[in-house]
């Protein structure tokens, strides 16, 4: 589908937008800072749940258009009621999405079409770590993710590069390769 | 609750089993070793949908009870339809669950009684990496991470030494502070 400027839609990312927000940033950096949030609350044994709705952007208080709410638990293999995905794999779909949002996004505003994007996500876990069994010898995260790609469309070597691009710009991506400086508070009752 | 051999439940944790298992992973490290797995496809746009669902474990493939659906997508504001919360978003959830499932583990093992575990996750980031106008100077991810923690239970110097703990054991937390190696596979058509 040829984009016009009657028609700035691809890949259903609507480039007209983007580039404008592109130069609206570029004019004034403070609309960048971001603050994205989640509250939790335990319910039992390793289930609880997280909400997230309110958010910091564009210099000013936002909320998404819905109010999302997440269980997380443990499976039964792991003393859980598997009432919900482990928090790790949350991580993974993190990841993925992340990824994927970031291609979807680089094709349009490279003019390259997109026909599907596909991937499948594998973190590998040694859980003596976080069982307090591995001796100090053993990592409690991931000790290695590989996330593997099938995505169609108009080039096969220009879709290639739009996925190292995306990489390249992903929040993600960059939080778990790089890691990222955690601060927790504790009010104790 | 007084935890007897006829009732090992402790803030909803089966401490039995809990030791049971540890005694286990003991006795053959191989049940330790884990795969999680998520699967994404792009729907249109930053929108896209990961599925969670089996997993390897315990020396065998495992299923969650459920299968789990999960929408990603970017607000208005950063040019998406606010299908569902960011990608970055969801890391806060799984740090918070991660840490908090933990909490009610190590309070469990240790005899300690909770009544609430609630928590906020604020993770600050300057969009001007992902949006390439940093300069090389703004990373792509969080510049910081802060978790506040408000926990009741049966002692408050206990409960603060339950979160270091928990801390100190927490996967999400390994994976996010730390970093992990990632592989990306791209096969495009």
New interface residues.
Partial sequence: MPITTDNPIR????TA??FA??DA??NN?EI?????????????????Q?T?HG?F??MQE?Q???V?V?D????A??????N??????????????????????VA?ARGIN?T??????????????????GKGEV??????????????GDD??K??EV?EQS?A?????????????????????
Same sequence: chains 1, 2.
């Avoid at 603050?35 to 609880?48: D, L």
């Avoid at 710009?169 to 009752?189: C, K, L």
């Fill in positions: 890949n259903g990312v609507d937008t983007l927000t592109l940033v570029k950096n960048a800072k971001f603050q994205f949030r989640a509250t939790n609350r335990w319910i039992s044994g390793t289930h609880n997280s997230i958010f952007g564009a936002m998404h258009a819905g999302h997440f997380a638990d443990h499976p293999v792991l003393v859980g009621a598997d919900g995905p482990t928090p790790v794999e949350y991580v993974l779909h993190a990841l993925a999405a992340c990824l994927t949002a970031g291609i979807a996004n349009a997109l599907s994007v596909e991937s499948t996500v594998e973190g590998d876990i040694d859980l003596l770590g976080i069982l307090g069994l990592r409690n995260g991931y000790q290695g993710i590989k996330v593997s790609f099938k995505v169609d096969p070597d879709l290639r996925v990489t710009r992903s929040a993600v991506y960059d939080i778990v390769t790089n890691g990222v400086p955690v601060v927790i508070e504790v009010e104790a009752g």
